[in-house]
């Protein structure tokens, strides 16, 4: 039987085709080449992106990264915060350099009969009746969460402060630290100088009768303190600065301090400096000392400091011991301001 044969490609053809197959394979490997030297740009992931719907799902069409992507946690924030290579404090903090008196007393130069404190204006002049201590250290900018337009938190217990603190790096301020950053060097009552004024700070505010059931139950909670709600937005008010650049240590909210750092031996650990809103005392040294750790309330809140991390060593501060409950502690309380209205609150409530 016949078997047909198939004609094979002529001499040039093979040629030809040999050619073709040898340029292939020496493209791709040059792509290779190319890619492996000059890989192609990737465009840079989006913080978040991961938690964004796909396009076609949900509202449909691709969503816009700046809009989806989640807004920060008050701690992620802070804890963000970039320090500059060799300064003493992130850039959310401001560095507080100088001597923090441990006896000064604010001496009233003109009193008021129509206001739930008594002092319109103090004297000038006043020295400290003791040695001064040095300091350096940092504090954050704002009350927390540090961040301009936030709203301050409120309803932290002295507790939750110092962890909130610790979270990011930093500790709850020492009551002296506090107090220094507030006075300034020129040791001044309010960050802004010695007479009060119902501005530039958020301060003098009517007062609202509180439902303190209402603020226990998580229930109600919430609904309680937005009735109560007079703080402003961090940042609302450029002029109520201290001298060391930090904001509404006046008003605003109530602030927890660590009196236990100052003095290891003293039975009233949880301090409130500040004053907040209302009608209250406002002034950067006089102190609140009447609650326990556990207490919490509508309008207390905190901020944190830290060690400066710039390498220039400082002498560790001295405790500050003061006469927790003497008469002279009394008698400056009394001249300045009637009690808080949640003085008489149980400590741990």
């Not at 050619?19 to 913080?47: C, M, T, Y």
């Not at 009517?206 to 609904?223: G, K």
């Not at 303190?225 to 201290?242: E, F, K, M, N």
Request: charged fraction near 20%.
């Amino acid at each position: 039987m016949h078997q047909a044969m198939t004609a094979l490609p002529s001499a040039r053809t093979r040629s030809l085709i040999v050619s073709i197959g040898l340029g292939a394979v020496l493209g791709l490997a040059g792509v290779v080449v190319i890619q492996h030297r000059w890989p192609v740009p990737q465009r840079p992931a989006v913080p978040g992106a991961s938690l964004m719907p796909s396009a076609g799902h949900g509202s449909g069409g691709a969503p816009s990264p700046v809009a989806s992507q989640p807004l920060p946690s008050p701690a992620q924030a802070s804890s963000s915060a970039h320090q500059p290579p060799g300064q003493a404090c992130p850039a959310d903090m401001e560095l507080v350099e100088g001597h923090f008196c441990p006896a000064l007393r604010y001496v009233c130069a003109e009193f008021v009969d129509d206001k739930e404190y008594s002092c319109a204006q103090y004297a000038r002049g006043q020295r400290c009746q003791v040695a001064s201590d040095y300091r350096r250290y940092c504090i954050d900018r704002y009350e927390w969460p540090n961040r301009v337009g936030a709203r301050p938190l409120v309803y932290v217990n002295w507790h939750q402060a110092k962890a909130h603190c610790l979270e990011v790096g930093k500790r709850l301020c020492r009551r002296s630290e506090w107090v220094l950053a507030c006075e300034g060097p020129k040791r001044l009552p309010y960050p802004w100088g010695f007479v009060r004024h119902p501005s530039p700070c958020n301060v003098d505010r009517s007062s609202v009768p509180f439902d303190a059931l209402a603020l226990e139950r998580t229930e109600s909670r919430e609904e309680e303190l937005a009735r109560l709600w007079q703080a402003d937005p961090i940042g609302s008010h450029p002029d109520c600065v201290s001298a060391y650049g930090v904001y509404d240590m006046s008003g605003n909210v109530d602030e927890w301090t660590d009196n236990l750092a100052d003095n290891p031996g003293t039975h009233k650990p949880s301090t409130l400096n500040g004053g907040y809103w209302g009608p209250v005392r406002d002034t950067c040294r006089l102190t609140t000392k009447s609650h326990g750790p556990r207490f919490r309330f509508y309008q207390v809140g905190f901020r944190c400091c830290r060690d400066t991390a710039d390498g220039v060593q400082v002498p560790p501060p001295r405790p500050w011991i003061d006469s927790e409950g003497a008469p002279e502690e009394a008698a400056e309380r009394s001249a300045d301001s009637s009690a808080d209205p949640y003085d008489e609150l149980e400590g741990d409530l």
